[in-house]
Protein backbone atom coordinates (compact mmCIF):
# COMPACT_ATOMS: atom_id res chain seq x y z
CA UNK A 1 0.00 0.00 0.00
CA UNK A 2 0.99 3.68 -0.50
CA UNK A 3 0.64 6.29 1.55
CA UNK A 4 1.56 10.13 0.33
CA UNK A 5 2.24 12.39 3.06
CA UNK A 6 2.19 16.14 2.87
CA UNK A 7 4.60 18.53 4.71
CA UNK A 8 3.91 21.32 7.19
CA UNK A 9 5.41 24.50 7.70
CA UNK A 10 9.45 25.01 8.20
CA UNK A 11 9.86 22.29 4.96
CA UNK A 12 10.19 25.87 3.06
CA UNK A 13 13.60 26.56 1.99
CA UNK A 14 14.68 29.30 -0.66
CA UNK A 15 14.24 28.99 -4.28
CA UNK A 16 12.67 25.12 -4.05
CA UNK A 17 9.97 25.77 -6.24
CA UNK A 18 11.67 27.07 -8.97
CA UNK A 19 12.66 23.29 -11.18
CA UNK A 20 8.52 22.54 -10.66
CA UNK A 21 7.26 25.69 -12.52
CA UNK A 22 9.46 24.53 -15.29
CA UNK A 23 7.10 21.99 -16.10
CA UNK A 24 3.94 22.92 -18.58
CA UNK A 25 1.54 24.57 -17.15
CA UNK A 26 2.52 24.52 -13.33
CA UNK A 27 3.98 28.31 -13.68
CA UNK A 28 0.42 29.22 -14.96
CA UNK A 29 -1.66 27.16 -12.36
CA UNK A 30 0.68 28.58 -9.56
CA UNK A 31 0.33 32.48 -10.82
CA UNK A 32 -3.89 31.42 -10.58
CA UNK A 33 -3.49 29.76 -7.49
CA UNK A 34 -1.87 33.11 -6.19
CA UNK A 35 -4.85 34.93 -6.77
CA UNK A 36 -6.58 32.23 -4.26
CA UNK A 37 -4.03 32.54 -1.54
CA UNK A 38 -3.41 35.87 -1.29
CA UNK A 39 0.16 35.71 -1.49
CA UNK A 40 2.39 35.36 -5.51
CA UNK A 41 3.44 31.70 -4.93
CA UNK A 42 5.79 32.30 -8.12
CA UNK A 43 7.90 35.79 -5.89
CA UNK A 44 8.05 33.41 -2.95
CA UNK A 45 8.49 30.31 -4.54
CA UNK A 46 11.43 31.27 -6.23
CA UNK A 47 13.48 35.06 -5.17
CA UNK A 48 12.40 35.41 -2.00
CA UNK A 49 14.61 34.97 1.00
CA UNK A 50 14.74 32.85 3.89
CA UNK A 51 12.92 35.46 6.36
CA UNK A 52 10.50 36.25 4.00
CA UNK A 53 9.18 32.54 3.43
CA UNK A 54 9.33 32.45 7.40
CA UNK A 55 6.30 35.00 7.34
CA UNK A 56 3.24 32.67 8.59
CA UNK A 57 1.43 33.87 5.53
CA UNK A 58 3.64 33.50 2.97
CA UNK A 59 4.91 30.06 3.98
CA UNK A 60 1.67 28.46 5.01
CA UNK A 61 0.00 28.88 1.27
CA UNK A 62 3.49 28.54 -0.62
CA UNK A 63 4.24 24.80 1.48
CA UNK A 64 0.23 24.22 -0.08
CA UNK A 65 0.44 25.27 -2.94
CA UNK A 66 3.84 23.87 -3.89
CA UNK A 67 2.47 20.11 -2.84
CA UNK A 68 -0.76 20.30 -5.08
CA UNK A 69 1.47 21.47 -7.84
CA UNK A 70 3.96 17.90 -7.26
CA UNK A 71 1.11 16.60 -6.60
CA UNK A 72 -0.47 17.20 -10.28
CA UNK A 73 3.24 16.55 -11.52
CA UNK A 74 3.11 13.29 -10.06
CA UNK A 75 -0.17 11.88 -11.42
CA UNK A 76 0.91 13.80 -14.95
CA UNK A 77 4.37 11.23 -15.16
CA UNK A 78 1.64 7.96 -14.06
CA UNK A 79 0.11 5.96 -16.87
CA UNK A 80 -2.29 5.28 -16.96
CA UNK A 81 -3.84 7.39 -13.87
CA UNK A 82 -7.27 9.45 -13.54
CA UNK A 83 -5.39 12.00 -11.55
CA UNK A 84 -7.52 10.89 -8.40
CA UNK A 85 -5.67 10.53 -5.63
CA UNK A 86 -6.69 6.61 -5.54
CA UNK A 87 -3.51 6.36 -6.56
CA UNK A 88 -2.67 5.95 -2.94
CA UNK A 89 -3.91 4.01 -0.34
CA UNK A 90 -3.65 6.63 2.18
CA UNK A 91 -2.87 10.63 2.89
CA UNK A 92 -1.70 12.30 5.19
CA UNK A 93 -0.65 15.78 6.08
CA UNK A 94 1.32 17.09 8.93
CA UNK A 95 -0.54 20.63 10.16
CA UNK A 96 -0.81 23.17 7.68
CA UNK A 97 0.10 19.97 5.40
CA UNK A 98 -3.25 18.57 6.31
CA UNK A 99 -5.19 21.32 3.79
CA UNK A 100 -2.89 19.97 0.70
CA UNK A 101 -4.20 16.50 2.31
CA UNK A 102 -7.81 17.41 1.89
CA UNK A 103 -7.64 18.60 -1.31
CA UNK A 104 -5.65 15.45 -2.60
CA UNK A 105 -8.60 13.67 -1.55
CA UNK A 106 -11.16 15.44 -2.68
CA UNK A 107 -12.97 17.18 0.45
CA UNK A 108 -11.66 20.17 -0.75
CA UNK A 109 -11.19 21.50 -4.31
CA UNK A 110 -8.13 23.40 -5.34
CA UNK A 111 -9.09 27.14 -5.17
CA UNK A 112 -11.25 26.00 -1.66
CA UNK A 113 -8.34 24.83 0.18
CA UNK A 114 -5.93 27.46 -1.17
CA UNK A 115 -8.17 30.22 0.17
CA UNK A 116 -8.89 28.73 3.13
CA UNK A 117 -5.04 28.39 3.77
CA UNK A 118 -4.65 31.68 2.48
CA UNK A 119 -6.98 32.56 5.40
CA UNK A 120 -5.13 30.58 7.82
CA UNK A 121 -1.82 32.00 7.36
CA UNK A 122 -2.87 35.77 7.51
CA UNK A 123 -4.88 34.71 10.47
CA UNK A 124 -1.86 32.10 12.26
CA UNK A 125 0.65 35.39 11.55
CA UNK A 126 -1.69 37.86 13.27
CA UNK A 127 -2.31 35.98 16.80
CA UNK A 128 1.70 35.35 16.67
CA UNK A 129 1.96 39.04 16.61
CA UNK A 130 0.03 39.15 19.77
CA UNK A 131 3.23 38.07 22.09
CA UNK A 132 6.33 36.82 20.86
CA UNK A 133 6.31 32.98 20.83
CA UNK A 134 7.96 30.45 19.16
CA UNK A 135 8.59 26.92 19.19
CA UNK A 136 11.46 24.44 19.92
CA UNK A 137 12.43 20.20 18.38
CA UNK A 138 13.11 18.39 21.50
CA UNK A 139 15.46 15.62 20.34
CA UNK A 140 15.96 12.50 22.18
CA UNK A 141 15.46 11.77 25.91
CA UNK A 142 13.12 9.62 27.87
CA UNK A 143 9.57 10.68 26.71
CA UNK A 144 7.98 11.29 30.08
CA UNK A 145 11.05 13.15 31.24
CA UNK A 146 10.70 15.24 28.40
CA UNK A 147 7.14 16.07 28.90
CA UNK A 148 7.41 16.98 32.65
CA UNK A 149 10.12 19.43 31.91
CA UNK A 150 7.65 20.92 29.04
CA UNK A 151 4.64 20.96 31.88
CA UNK A 152 7.58 22.67 34.13
CA UNK A 153 7.99 25.33 32.11
CA UNK A 154 4.26 26.13 30.78
CA UNK A 155 5.28 24.52 27.31
CA UNK A 156 2.81 22.72 25.16
CA UNK A 157 3.70 19.76 23.30
CA UNK A 158 2.39 21.08 20.40
CA UNK A 159 3.70 18.35 17.79
CA UNK A 160 4.42 14.74 18.84
CA UNK A 161 6.34 13.25 15.89
CA UNK A 162 7.71 10.03 16.91
CA UNK A 163 11.29 8.76 16.48
CA UNK A 164 12.27 10.83 19.42
CA UNK A 165 10.88 14.01 18.57
CA UNK A 166 8.46 16.69 20.70
CA UNK A 167 7.81 20.33 19.47
CA UNK A 168 7.49 22.26 22.43
CA UNK A 169 5.55 25.92 21.77
CA UNK A 170 5.25 29.14 24.15
CA UNK A 171 6.64 32.22 24.61
CA UNK A 172 9.84 32.86 24.18
CA UNK A 173 10.91 33.33 27.55
CA UNK A 174 9.63 29.76 28.36
CA UNK A 175 11.57 28.35 25.25
CA UNK A 176 14.95 29.87 26.36
CA UNK A 177 14.14 28.87 29.86
CA UNK A 178 13.75 25.27 28.24
CA UNK A 179 17.16 25.45 26.01
CA UNK A 180 18.77 26.57 29.36
CA UNK A 181 17.78 23.67 31.73
CA UNK A 182 17.12 20.71 28.93
CA UNK A 183 15.89 17.21 29.91
CA UNK A 184 18.20 14.90 30.41
CA UNK A 185 19.70 13.32 27.21
CA UNK A 186 17.84 15.70 25.03
CA UNK A 187 18.32 18.52 22.67
CA UNK A 188 16.55 21.56 22.52
CA UNK A 189 16.52 22.91 18.98
CA UNK A 190 14.43 26.42 17.77
CA UNK A 191 12.85 26.43 14.47
CA UNK A 192 12.59 28.96 12.07
CA UNK A 193 8.61 29.42 12.62
CA UNK A 194 6.91 33.40 14.10
CA UNK A 195 4.40 31.40 16.97
CA UNK A 196 3.43 29.05 18.85
CA UNK A 197 0.85 27.10 16.50
CA UNK A 198 -1.28 23.97 17.69
CA UNK A 199 -1.26 25.81 21.11
CA UNK A 200 -4.01 28.09 23.11
CA UNK A 201 -2.05 31.16 21.57
CA UNK A 202 -3.46 30.49 18.28
CA UNK A 203 -6.85 30.37 19.58
CA UNK A 204 -7.79 34.09 17.79
CA UNK A 205 -6.61 32.55 14.63
CA UNK A 206 -9.94 30.03 14.93
CA UNK A 207 -12.43 32.46 14.47
CA UNK A 208 -11.04 33.40 11.48
CA UNK A 209 -10.84 29.31 10.47
CA UNK A 210 -14.53 28.45 11.49
CA UNK A 211 -15.64 31.78 8.92
CA UNK A 212 -14.12 30.69 5.69
CA UNK A 213 -15.01 27.29 6.43
CA UNK A 214 -18.88 28.07 6.91
CA UNK A 215 -18.44 29.00 3.20
CA UNK A 216 -17.43 25.29 2.14
CA UNK A 217 -19.64 22.50 1.15
CA UNK A 218 -16.67 19.67 1.22
CA UNK A 219 -16.99 16.28 0.22
CA UNK A 220 -16.08 12.92 1.86
CA UNK A 221 -12.53 11.67 1.17
CA UNK A 222 -12.19 9.19 -2.20
CA UNK A 223 -9.37 7.81 -0.02
CA UNK A 224 -8.54 7.03 3.81
CA UNK A 225 -7.26 10.41 4.53
CA UNK A 226 -5.69 10.55 8.44
CA UNK A 227 -5.97 12.78 11.23
CA UNK A 228 -3.33 14.85 12.97
CA UNK A 229 -5.99 15.06 16.17
CA UNK A 230 -5.20 10.95 16.96
CA UNK A 231 -3.89 9.51 13.71
CA UNK A 232 -7.13 7.87 12.53
CA UNK A 233 -9.12 7.83 9.42
CA UNK A 234 -11.87 10.78 9.01
CA UNK A 235 -14.75 9.21 7.29
CA UNK A 236 -16.54 12.45 6.29
CA UNK A 237 -15.83 15.63 4.52
CA UNK A 238 -17.60 17.66 7.39
CA UNK A 239 -15.89 15.94 10.00
CA UNK A 240 -12.25 16.95 8.20
CA UNK A 241 -13.28 20.57 7.95
CA UNK A 242 -14.13 20.70 11.52
CA UNK A 243 -10.57 19.24 12.46
CA UNK A 244 -9.09 21.79 9.96
CA UNK A 245 -10.08 24.41 12.28
CA UNK A 246 -10.20 23.00 15.55
CA UNK A 247 -6.18 21.77 14.50
CA UNK A 248 -4.81 25.32 14.41
CA UNK A 249 -5.15 25.53 17.97
CA UNK A 250 -4.67 21.98 18.94
CA UNK A 251 -1.60 19.19 19.47
CA UNK A 252 -0.35 17.65 16.19
CA UNK A 253 -0.03 13.79 16.70
CA UNK A 254 1.54 12.79 13.82
CA UNK A 255 3.64 9.85 15.66
CA UNK A 256 0.07 8.50 15.89
CA UNK A 257 -0.50 8.94 11.96
CA UNK A 258 2.50 7.16 11.10
CA UNK A 259 1.29 3.89 13.50
CA UNK A 260 -1.94 3.86 11.52
CA UNK A 261 -0.08 3.90 8.18
CA UNK A 262 1.55 0.93 9.95
CA UNK A 263 -0.99 -1.04 10.92
CA UNK A 264 -2.99 -0.56 7.59
CA UNK A 265 0.28 -1.72 5.93
CA UNK A 266 1.81 0.82 4.35
CA UNK A 267 5.04 -0.51 2.41
CA UNK A 268 5.72 2.58 0.20
CA UNK A 269 5.75 5.97 1.02
CA UNK A 270 6.34 9.58 -1.32
CA UNK A 271 6.47 12.89 0.37
CA UNK A 272 5.25 15.76 -1.54
CA UNK A 273 7.57 19.00 -2.01
CA UNK A 274 8.89 20.24 -0.20
CA UNK A 275 9.90 17.24 1.04
CA UNK A 276 12.10 15.71 3.33
CA UNK A 277 10.98 16.53 6.82
CA UNK A 278 8.54 13.66 6.75
CA UNK A 279 10.66 11.16 5.16
CA UNK A 280 13.44 11.81 7.83
CA UNK A 281 10.75 10.96 10.77
CA UNK A 282 9.24 8.08 9.13
CA UNK A 283 12.59 6.24 8.53
CA UNK A 284 13.56 6.17 11.92
CA UNK A 285 10.07 5.19 12.69
CA UNK A 286 7.96 3.05 9.83
CA UNK A 287 11.15 0.30 9.27
CA UNK A 288 11.05 -1.52 6.03
CA UNK A 289 9.05 0.80 4.31
CA UNK A 290 10.53 2.16 0.92
CA UNK A 291 10.40 5.61 1.42
CA UNK A 292 11.00 8.71 -1.35
CA UNK A 293 11.26 12.80 -0.82
CA UNK A 294 9.84 14.43 -3.64
CA UNK A 295 11.73 17.28 -3.91
CA UNK A 296 12.42 18.20 -7.53
CA UNK A 297 11.29 17.20 -10.61
CA UNK A 298 14.18 15.12 -11.12
CA UNK A 299 12.76 12.72 -8.30
CA UNK A 300 9.59 11.65 -10.57
CA UNK A 301 11.09 8.87 -12.41
CA UNK A 302 11.85 7.35 -8.68
CA UNK A 303 8.09 8.16 -7.61
CA UNK A 304 6.69 6.72 -10.40
CA UNK A 305 8.45 3.42 -9.92
CA UNK A 306 7.60 3.61 -6.39
CA UNK A 307 4.02 4.09 -7.15
CA UNK A 308 4.04 1.23 -9.55
CA UNK A 309 5.59 -1.37 -6.78
CA UNK A 310 3.44 -0.20 -3.62
CA UNK A 311 -0.10 1.28 -5.22
CA UNK A 312 -3.07 -0.56 -3.99
CA UNK A 313 -6.29 -1.62 -5.97
CA UNK A 314 -8.19 1.70 -6.61
CA UNK A 315 -11.37 1.59 -4.18
CA UNK A 316 -14.94 1.58 -5.99
Known sequence: ??????????????????????????????????????????????????DTIRDTAV?????????????????????????SARTAGVLAGHSVGEITAAVATGVLGPEEGLTLVGVRGRAMAAASALTPTGMSAVLGGDPQEVLDALAAHGLTPANTNGAGQVVAAGTIDQLDALAADPPAKARVIALSVAGAFHTVHMAPAVDAMQEQAATITPHDPSTTLLSNADGEPVGTGDE??????????????????METMTRLGVTGLIELAPAGTLVGLAKRAMKGVELLALKTPEDLDAARDLVARHTAAPSA
Not at 15 to 39: D, H, N, Q, V, Y
Not at 62 to 80: E, F, S
Open 240 to 257: VLTRLVSQVSNPVRWDLC
Open 1 to 50: MLAIVCPGQGSQTPGFLSPWLELPGLREKAIAWSEATGADLVLHGTTSDA
Open 59 to 83: AQPLIVGAGLLALDALYAALPGTDG
